[in-house]
């Protein structure tokens, strides 16, 4: 019970970091109408840019400056290469911010090496937060889930509770009548992409020494992020959050679970036909298959299913039909 | 035909140019070495890094060797992939490559001595002879062994002697916990782990067992959290790369006391996250140890001073050794002739005297238990600058892990040199576009 009791908090402290980016993600999509996929690129420059200044200015320091730099070069690309490509439509667009995260790897790569670089955890969040039985929670999981709450809180003031946050909303869903009232769209497109840098940012300076910082990390989370956002609904922050939480955890408890999907038939009077070969074909291989080892697998499983029985995500088939 | 002033000048340059290259560099054979192994993707860092190796020990035989000739290394992405793998091996041979170089992942490298074998069947004359310097499964050697396969790491079961014997005289270890990658490699270390405990330590519980997506997992902290609760003291793994990174950081994270038993902590950036939390724990099973005296140094030396990392493969040497010591045996460099004298060949390298074993070509060589530890005047090597090392626990003696060949070889008839064809009209033409 504690084991299980501790891989939901672990699960929970993933799902967090998770939600980080894809937060930044899904309001990307929303007011520019496409997918970053220089997400996971931001998420690794976030992670080499706070590692490089904790060199200098120690842990905290590489913490706030991670962000500012990464909101800084999210800032450069929009207006420097996304402003210029969006008169030819969606597609250019995708494809700049394709190859702006191929170019943010391979700079990464010839800046800081192919092997990953010693972000490690500092002293202070070293050690056991508190003990679950004979288990211990890692201090530095509930530094991870602290963060992300509070941005997770900030994100939410920041949209509900301010004018800015009032015209973003607004600029999602009637960009054309935002901008005929007098607001800048254009300078809002700009302030969200930088926020979503600075959140992927973020993420990066708290998941490199959880996980680890090296340029194949921009691939790992960026496969990973785009079925979050797919599970969630794409251009929902609430779905963000519920995707998150729910790859998280998925992955985490299917991990923690000792067993294959026949036994867990079995536990519900369920009994394999007489006869049945026990390992081979492709049905019972299936369900004999442990699932700890499909793991990885189960987002994309995931996502595969909600496109199919629910294609605009959960959270809008679950009755809201506005953006966030 | 006629000449033009242009045609005939530039056909002066080039032979002037042809001229001025260094006499030394025109007259020794070049052998080309096609390297083929992941440079992009998860496993990059391994494979640049495993590349470099390759070139630095080219260039360290290249200064002089018996057999009078010039390795030159050519790089393949396979990108981690079986399917590119075996495009690759075509690429090399449309560059008329005959030595193949590959070593990360057993998938691939089973793959790669079957189309090495089909290939050499249907183009006798134009045989191609495979270096396999990492996969380890024992397939390769055992139940799918080619003649045209050379394996130059212990092979699994061989590793796993040399891990259960030390484990043997370990009676603190009584429960033991695997976690392997998810693929025909760690899916062999888990069946040879089981066996040879049971064997050994009747005693001893295998208290858990996960097989990890190769390369996928990003969190295993719910696999440290597994450990724990089954209250194992001792993980064995043969993990590599980033799994086996991550693996380390969530156990360091989740303060697991466990014994590591692993096959690669010595590998490209493991040693950077392992850490003084680790010091004694963490135990490295392996044909080298960074403290070897004698050549390994002057390499490892050499290799940090050119490329500012951690020479980590030095069995690179070893191969490069075995094929200029064939060389010079057979007088050739035809690969037919070289893969017959590889066959039973003894001699010297970094880690002593080791031997190519005829019977199922695998190389018997020393392998060595050591453990995590501070640096200290006995063992000084600065392990990728962590100030700590694999301190020297005892070495297995080949003959202590040398099991029985389980290979039926298939020889081919003659190591002549085939008649080779005639070149095929189209070959020609090209060659007279030049």
Not at chain 1, 87 to 114: D, I
Not at chain 1, 164 to 189: D, E, K, R, Y
Not at chain 2, 235 to 250: Q, V, Y
Request: charged share 15%; net charge neutral.
């Amino acid at each position: 019970m504690d084991a299980l009791l501790l891989s939901l908090l672990n699960g929970l402290s993933y799902s967090l970091l998770l939600f980080l980016l894809a937060s930044g993600l899904t309001l990307i999509f929303s007011l520019l109408g496409v997918l970053n996929f220089a997400h996971g690129s931001f998420y690794m420059l976030g992670a080499y840019v706070a590692w490089q200044t904790g060199q200098w200015l120690g842990f905290c320091g590489g913490l706030l400056v991670a962000p500012l730099a990464v909101a800084a070069v999210a800032t450069l690309f929009e207006v420097g290469v996304l402003r210029r490509v969006r008169a030819q439509g969606h597609l250019p667009e995708l494809l700049a911010t394709f190859a702006f995260g191929v170019v943010l790897v391979e700079a990464a790569r010839l800046l800081w090496g192919s092997a990953s670089v010693p972000y490690g955890i500092p002293p202070v969040l070293q050690g056991s937060l508190f003990r679950l039985g004979g288990l211990e929670f890692a201090a530095y999981r509930g530094f991870v889930m602290a963060v992300g709450l509070a941005a997770l809180g900030a994100a939410w003031l920041l949209l509900w509770r301010t004018r800015i946050g009032l015209v973003v909303q607004a600029a999602l869903t009637h960009a054309p009548m935002v901008s005929a009232l007098g607001h800048n769209v254009p300078a809002v497109q700009t302030l969200v992409l930088a926020a979503g840098g600075a959140l992927a940012g973020l993420a990066g300076a708290v998941g490199g020494p959880l996980l680890i910082t090296e340029p194949g990390m921009a691939a790992q989370m960026g496969a990973l992020l785009f079925a979050v956002i797919i599970i969630g609904g794409l251009g929902s922050l609430r779905g963000a959050l519920f995707g998150a939480l729910l790859v998280g955890e998925l992955q985490t408890l299917a991990v923690a679970v000792n067993g294959s999907l026949a036994d867990g038939l079995q536990r519900l009077g369920w009994s394999a036909p007489a006869g049945w070969p026990a390992a081979s074909g492709i049905v019972p291989s299936l369900l004999h298959l442990d699932l700890s080892r499909a793991a990885p697998l189960l987002p994309y499983v995931l996502v595969v299913a909600v496109l199919a029985f629910k294609p605009h995500g959960l959270t809008r088939a679950l009755g809201r039909d506005e953006a966030l | 035909m006629t000449l033009s002033r242009r045609h005939l000048l530039s056909l002066m340059a080039g032979s002037l140019a042809a001229g001025a290259l260094p006499v030394r560099a025109r007259e020794l054979p070049v052998v080309k070495l096609a390297f083929i192994d992941p440079l992009t993707g998860p496993f990059a860092a391994i494979g640049q890094n495993q590349l470099q190796s390759w070139q630095f020990v080219a260039d360290r035989v290249n200064r002089g060797n018996t057999a009078g000739v010039r390795f030159e290394i050519v790089p393949f992405d396979n990108k981690g992939a079986v399917q590119d793998t075996v495009n690759a091996l075509q690429a090399a041979i449309d560059q008329d490559i005959r030595y193949v170089l590959q070593g990360d992942g057993s998938g691939a490298a089973l793959a790669l001595s079957k189309a090495v074998s089909r290939h050499n069947v249907r183009h006798p004359g134009k045989e191609v002879v495979y270096l396999n310097y990492a996969a380890v499964d024992p397939a390769l050697t055992g139940s799918d062994c080619s003649f045209w396969h050379f394996a130059l790491q212990p092979s699994v079961p061989m590793t796993l002697q040399a891990m259960t014997d030390d484990i043997r005289n370990r009676p603190d270890i009584q429960r033991v916990y695997l976690i392997e990658q998810d693929y025909s490699f760690g899916h062999q270390v888990a069946k040879y782990a089981r066996e040879m405990l049971a064997r050994k330590r009747p005693d001893i519980q295998i208290v858990g067992e996960d097989f990890v997506a190769l390369g996928q997992v990003k969190d295993f902290s719910p696999y440290i959290a597994k450990v724990q609760a089954a209250k194992a003291d001792c993980i064995i793994t043969a993990n590599w790369g980033p799994d086996l990174t991550l693996l380390i950081k969530a156990a360091q994270q989740g303060g697991l006391k466990a014994d590591l038993y692993t096959f690669y902590a010595s590998s490209l950036g493991a040693p950077s996250e392992i850490g003084p939390h680790d010091a004694g724990r963490v135990k490295l099973v392996y044909y080298s140890e960074p403290n070897l005296p004698g050549t390994l140094q002057s390499l490892q030396k050499g290799f940090r001073d050119k490329y500012k990392q951690d020479f980590s493969v030095p069995v690179t040497y070893t191969g490069l050794l075995l094929l200029t010591a064939a060389m010079t045996k057979a007088h050739s460099i035809d690969p037919i002739k070289v893969a017959s004298a590889m066959e039973g060949l003894k001699f010297h390298t970094f880690n002593g005297e080791v031997t190519m074993r005829a019977a199922d070509h695998q190389l018997l060589q020393p392998i060595y238990v050591s453990s995590w530890q501070p640096v200290s005047a006995a063992n000084p090597y600065n392990v990728e600058n962590t100030g700590y090392t694999f301190a020297l626990d005892h070495t297995d003696p080949p003959a202590q892990t040398t099991l029985p060949a389980q290979c039926t070889m298939q020889r081919p008839l003659t190591t002549e040199i085939y008649p080779v064809k005639p070149p095929k009209v189209r070959a020609s033409a090209v060659r007279g576009g030049n």
